[in-house]
Structures are given as structure tokens and as C-alpha cells.
T-cell receptor, first 117, second 114 residues
Framework: AQKVTQAQTEISVVEKEDVTLDCVYE???????LFWYKQPPSGELVFLIR??????QNEISGRYSWNFQKSTSSFNFTITASQVVDSAVYFC??????????????FGTGTRLKVLA | DAGVIQSPRHEVTEMGQEVTLRCKLI?????LFWYRQTMMRGLELLIY????????DSGMPEDRFSAKMPNASFSTLKIQPSEPRDSAVYFC????????????FGQGTRLTVV
């Protein structure tokens, strides 16, 4: 089965705290991509990052960092020194090859992050 | 490019009426995805197209739902007849074909069926 699990439904933190959003995926494919998207209150899903299955190097972009570990099938997302503007729903997604010869995205259920001032 | 454009942004309709949601892809993109988002079920993939051809419609909830791509840049999702349980936010997303490409989402259509 191919699946993405975001076990944290909702997280609340106080501004300036660090927070980690968990993502665990399942696939038998050896080649795949992982993504994170942000859905702010305005509603549109915004792409944040993609990572291919052969690149386990962690990535940092400003206050955002991503930790990809194939051994645990996880692709976790950390926000350092959180800000109120980080409040959003965050989705993790897996992109896999299909038997139809194309690709599709499998999204997790999302984690709602509330950053309190 | 203006991004993926969906219309209308909001739709309120009465049960039994036909509803048509529209989506304009980003120019050059050849994959199109329709998703439905609800509190209970999260983000569900309804159907996706590649080069205007429907690839997988197993997520379409019932025969009341249909989707088309009359050309490479435009798609519609139709619900006929609509029911209150269809109330949700409907997103379309487009991408280039390929494993390493991300999907770009429209702003969604919030559908309310009363």
C-alpha cells in the first residue's frame, strides 16, 4: 500500500518555540518524491519543498528545515522560532509511479499548526 | 503566468441543481488533478488527467460526478444532481509530467449545497 501518515492532527505552540511536524510514508517503490505543502487560512496550497528518494541530505531554508530518513520512512519538517504567520495546515505528500504509466500524488491528512502570540 | 485559476471561488446552490466547477491550468502543464477537501476526509484525489486523458477516476464518489478536459488548458468538474454532502472545497492542481515536479494548486472553489 502507498500511504502518507501525519499523526499530529493539530499542534499549538507559543511564538518563538520550535516545532516539528511528522510525516511517515509507505511505498514499495525505490524511486519516489516527497513534498511538503502549506495551506494558510487563505486556502491555497503552497509548495514548500520536494525531496527525491535517493537524496537523504537534510535541507535548511531560513527557519525551515527538513529531515528525510529512509530507514524510518519519515520526512519531518521543523520550524525554528515559530511565528504567528506560520499558522497553517501543513501537508506531506508522496509522488509515485502508477501502473498507468504516469505519476500521482498521495497526500497525508495534514497537521494544523497554531502559533500563539 | 497567473497560476492555476479556478472559478467560481464560492458557489452556493440548492440540492438537485447542477454545479460546474472550472479550472485553467498553467500553460505548458500536462497533468491535471481534481481534489476535494473536507474536515472529515481531508484532501481526497477525485480524478487526474495526463495529456487530456483521464487516467484514474477511482476517487470520484459517484456517477453524479464527471470531469472533462476539452483542451490542454481547461478542465471542468460537474456534479449533477448536487447533494448537501457534496459541500466541500474543490481544488484543481496542475503539473508538468515527471517525477520531480510539484503540483501547483488553484485557490479552490468552496461549494455549499443547501
Amino acid at each position: 500500500a502507498q500511504k502518507v501518515t501525519q499523526a499530529q492532527t493539530e499542534i499549538s505552540v507559543v511564538e518563538k518555540e520550535d516545532v516539528t511536524l511528522d510525516c511517515v510514508y509507505e511505498t514499495r517503490d525505490t524511486t519516489y518524491y516527497l513534498f511538503w505543502y502549506k495551506q494558510p487560512p487563505s486556502g491555497e496550497l503552497v509548495f514548500l519543498i520536494r525531496r527525491n528518494s535517493f537524496d537523504e541530505q537534510n535541507e535548511i531554508s531560513g527557519r525551515y528545515s527538513w529531515n528525510f530518513q529512509k530507514s524510518t520512512s519519515s520526512f519531518n519538517f521543523t520550524i525554528t522560532a515559530s511565528q504567528v504567520v506560520d499558522s497553517a495546515v501543513y501537508f506531506c505528500a508522496l509522488k509515485v509511479w502508477t501502473t498507468s504509466g504516469t505519476y500521482k500524488y498521495i497526500f497525508g491528512t495534514g497537521t494544523r499548526l497554531k502559533v500563539l502570540a | 503566468d497567473a497560476g492555476v485559476i479556478q472559478s467560481p471561488r464560492h458557489e452556493v446552490t440548492e440540492m438537485g441543481q447542477e454545479v460546474t466547477l472550472r479550472c485553467k491550468l498553467i500553460s505548458g502543464h500536462n497533468s491535471l488533478f481534481w481534489y476535494r477537501q473536507t474536515m472529515m476526509r481531508g484532501l481526497e484525489l477525485l480524478i487526474y488527467f495526463n495529456n487530456n486523458v483521464p487516467i484514474d477516476d477511482s476517487g470520484m464518489p459517484e456517477d453524479r460526478f464527471s470531469a472533462k478536459m476539452p483542451n490542454a488548458s481547461f478542465s471542468t468538474l460537474k456534479i449533477q444532481p448536487s447533494e448537501p454532502r457534496d459541500s466541500a472545497v474543490y481544488f484543481c492542481a496542475s503539473s508538468l509530467q515527471g517525477m520531480n515536479t510539484e503540483a501547483f494548486f488553484g485557490q479552490g472553489t468552496r461549494l455549499t449545497v443547501v
